[in-house]
């Protein structure tokens, strides 16, 4: 996935984290937006998920998500 994403982002560079979704190593109320792209449904504490995506969410921020699609 990281590879996928790197390919996607072309010549931006952008920095790639990898951790727990539960404990996300970053200060509260940072970023302006947070995508969450099919990963709550495989997730066994998604509410915490949701928790740490709504603490590091600046004020006025917004958080995109994107479910699987069962086509």
Same mark, same amino acid.
């Given at each position: ?25 970053? +200060? ?22 949701? +928790?740490?995506?709504? +603490? ?16």
């Amino acid at each position: 996935m990281v590879g996928k994403l790197r390919t996607k982002s072309g010549s931006q560079n952008l920095p790639v984290v990898i951790g727990e979704g539960g404990e996300l190593p970053f +200060r509260s109320h940072v970023f302006d937006a947070i995508l969450i792209a099919r990963l709550l449904y495989l997730t066994k504490d998604w509410r915490q998920i949701l +928790r740490e995506a709504s +603490r590091v969410l600046a004020v006025g921020g917004v958080t995109l998500t994107r479910r699987q699609s069962h086509h």
